[in-house]
């Protein structure tokens, strides 16, 4: 192993840059060079590519988002781009590769796989958390600290008020942002993509809150069927037309931000194995930490997830919120 690239894609998520800079430092340490492509696969496409070395990622660690760019490619889905991809790959004569992202970039990694010898390891860095093969992705904790903190703050002005606020939260095909960051800040209730008619539940529930309640936080996925917040709010004030009825929509706030402290060690492990797991010619794997040992899942089964969510959480945020 003399040389590898490393590229970010899909959806940013805080604590990349850790993972970067622990890919980039490792790989130092044994003495094999790196190179980061722009702009996640559409850099390997272009050939566009920056050398990477210890004072390139220094001062990186702290950094939310990806000094490396990312993007989601259209042109790498192509038999085209994919050879294109193949080409850059054999031109610079890497041994390895290091993929930093979610689902969709590792299905892109098994597709790449087909027109290249070359090595690749992949670190799951979403905010989603919905890979299977690690219990937290990079990315998830810095985002649910980001939405209790927003929470928070909501629930000052609520308290004020006596509103109810519904807060939408990422989470196109998962609830797991929602429910974690609903328990951590003692939200009253939440609306998943996994819980069918979880609005009808909702409507009933409100006429059932103590009436000395003097805030109420109602949190969103926005893959929910109800359809998003805003919708949530009109169907609850048609309901119960006496209560004050907010929106927040909290977006792409929730990607953003300095990576927490336990972001900043899983993906530093992450990206220190995923060197060590191409040293032994480990390939198509995911790196993921599960009960904090490191395991190794296949691209094949590391995606997308979707479950119930954990039933006994439900209950305990149903029994806390009362």
């Known amino acids: ?17 850790a993972c970067i800079r622990s890919v980039v430092r490792t790989a130092c340490y ?8 722009i702009r996640g696969y559409d850099g390997l496409i272009d050939n566009q590519y920056i050398e ?3 004072r390139a ?20 889905r192509t038999i085209e781009g994919l050879k294109q991809a193949a080409n850059t790959i054999a031109l610079h004569q890497l041994d390895g590769f290091v993929i930093i992202g979610g689902d969709g970039s590792f299905k892109g990694a098994i597709e790449l796989a087909q027109h290249t010898s070359v090595k690749i390891v992949g670190c799951p860095g979403t905010i989603d958390n919905d890979l299977i093969g ?11 600290n980001t939405v209790v903190e927003a929470v928070d703050k909501l629930r000052d002005t609520a308290e004020s008020h006596d509103r109810i606020f519904v807060v939408e939260v990422m989470g196109r095909d998962a609830g797991l942002i929602a429910l ?12 998943v993509p996994e819980i069918k008619n979880d609005l009808d539940t909702l409507i009933k529930k409100i006429s059932s809150w103590r009436k000395d309640k003097s805030s109420k936080i109602i949190i969103v996925a926005e893959g929910d069927e109800s359809g998003g917040a805003y919708k949530v709010a009109e169907i609850v004030k048609q309901h119960h037309p006496l209560h004050d009825v907010r929106v927040t929509v909290l977006g792409h706030i929730q990607r953003g931000g300095n990576p927490t402290c336990m972001e900043r060690v899983n993906a530093s492990i992450m990206g220190y194995h995923a060197v060590k797991a191409l040293m032994e010619g480990k390939h198509q794997v995911m790196v993921g930490i599960i009960d904090k040992k490191v395991h190794y899942t296949p691209f094949e089964k590391a995606t997308k997830h979707i479950q119930e ?11 806390l919120s009362s």
């Open 1 to 17: 192993m003399k040389k590898i690239g490393i590229l970010t894609s899909g959806g940013d998520s805080p604590g990349m840059n």
């Open 30 to 37: 044994f003495n094999i060079q790196c190179i980061g492509f």
């Open 52 to 54: 990477l070395n210890r």
């Open 57 to 76: 990622v220094s001062g990186i660690i702290h950094r939310g988002g990806t000094i490396l760019k990312t993007a989601r490619s259209e042109r790498f």
């Open 134 to 144: 690690t219990d937290f992705t990079i990315g998830y904790d810095t985002a649910i």
């Open 180 to 191: 974690r960051s609903a328990i951590a800040s003692g939200a009253e209730a939440i609306l």
């Open 309 to 319: 969510i954990n039933p006994e959480l439900l209950q305990m945020l149903e029994i």
